[in-house]
Nanobody, 124 residues
Framework: QVQLVESGGGLVQAGGSLRLSCAAS????????MGWFRQAPGKEREFVAA????????YYADSVKGRFTISRDNAKNTVYLQMDSLKPEDTALYYC?????????????????WGRGTQVTVSS
């Protein structure tokens, strides 16, 4: 089992920045990649970004490319999501996730473990 705890969410004005963190514990040696997804009220959960644990390869949704940056600290078993130039449409509950398999990283179905989420609200 892998346990995930997100932090760093909050309320910010449009154009502002936030940095989300996700600390992993447990059987973290089995991690292939970590991802961030988000879900707004009335909408499906959508992919935001992912990073492979060994190589550090990164992947982004088109909607956040150039504004968000995913990174990891292997020693701390922590992944970060730096969010800049935030927009009201970025408002959502942001989830951290872990996959132990080499599969499509933008598909939520491919992830094995999930955190409880941290709320990000961007005001206009």
């Amino acid at each position: 089992q892998v346990q995930l705890v997100e932090s760093g969410g909050g309320l910010v004005q449009a154009g502002g920045s936030l940095r989300l963190s996700c600390a992993a514990s447990g059987r973290t040696f089995s991690t292939y990649a970590m991802g961030w997804f988000r879900q707004a009220p009335g909408k499906e959960r959508e992919f935001v970004a992912a990073i492979t644990w060994s190589a550090g390869s990164t992947y982004y949704a088109d909607s956040v490319k150039g504004r968000f940056t995913i990174s990891r600290d292997n020693a701390k078993n922590t992944v970060y999501l730096q969010m800049d130039s935030l927009k009201p449409e970025d408002t959502a509950l942001y989830y951290c996730s872990v996959t132990t398999r080499n599969n499509a990283l933008d598909n939520a179905a491919g992830y094995d473990y999930w955190g409880r989420g941290t709320q990000v609200t961007v005001s206009s």
